[in-house]
T-cell receptor, first 114, second 114 residues
Framework: GNSVTQMEGPVTLSEEAFLTINCTYTATGYPSLFWYVQYPGEGLQLLLKATKADDKGSNKGFEATYRKETTSFHLEKGSVQVSDSAVYFC?????????????FGTGTLLAVQP | EPEVTQTPSHQVTQMGQEVILRCVPISNHLYFYWYRQILGQKVEFLVSFYNNEISEKSEIFDDQFSVERPDGSNFTLKIRSTKLEDSAMYFCASVFPKTQETQYFGPGTRLLVL
């Protein structure tokens, strides 16, 4: 079945460091891919998405490219800030189901220190 | 910006009691979802709802669970007889239309079953 694998956290970085959070997926067909972010005490917010191979999603300085050949959708940011501290979830749409349910990875906690 | 709201934010209940979790999706959205996140685990799909009926449900969504859209604005999740293992954060999400795929999440209800 469809699944998402994310790198284990927590990831601890200093401010202005480069961020990569790895995400790989297993899916039949061509799912859409998403990164959601959960700030402390809040719900899930869509950070970025890509709907087809080689698409790059970007938002707030974060980027991820849909790589079909490596079945990956790694999240990157060139210079993280303390305010980026949150849990990041990679997800894919439930391709083939009756509805586009989301299938999530385990989440990666990012802690950015000043 | 419109947002999905959920009430209550926290609920504590005794095992065997019924609970109703409430959600108000974004007003022009057509598809509605419930997900849950057991502490430290991944976000899991429970059920999707469209046109006043369940369109898909997971194996987690057994006979103890039900969903309803009682009045055209609220979307509820009922757990008839709670178990300890139902303790989790429950998220509601909505999307319009289906093909856009971007699900908007509420802030969640943290349910604790004692």
């Amino acid at each position: 079945g469809n699944s998402v694998t994310q790198m284990e956290g927590p990831v601890t970085l200093s401010e202005e460091a480069f961020l990569t959070i790895n995400c790989t997926y297993t899916a039949t067909g061509y799912p859409s891919l998403f990164w959601y972010v959960q700030y402390p005490g809040e719900g899930l917010q869509l950070l970025l998405k890509a709907t087809k191979a080689d698409d790059k999603g970007s938002n707030k300085g974060f980027e991820a490219t849909y790589r079909k050949e490596t079945t990956s959708f790694h999240l990157e940011k060139g210079s993280v800030q303390v305010s980026d501290s949150a849990v990041y979830f990679c997800a894919l749409s439930g391709y083939g189901g009756a509805t586009n349910k989301l299938i999530f990875g385990t989440g990666t906690l990012l802690a950015v220190q000043p | 910006e419109p947002e999905v709201t959920q009430t209550p934010s926290h609920q504590v209940t005794q095992m065997g009691q019924e609970v109703i979790l409430r959600c108000v999706p974004i007003s022009n959205h057509l598809y509605f979802y419930w997900y849950r996140q057991i502490l430290g685990q991944k976000v899991e799909f429970l059920v999707s709802f469209y046109n006043n009926e369940i369109s898909e449900k997971s194996e987690i969504f057994d006979d103890q669970f039900s969903v309803e859209r009682p009045d055209g604005s609220n979307f509820t999740l009922k757990i008839r007889s709670t178990k300890l293992e139902d303790s989790a954060m429950y998220f509601c999400a909505s999307v319009f239309p289906k093909t856009q795929e971007t699900q908007y999440f509420g802030p969640g209800t943290r349910l604790l079953v004692l």
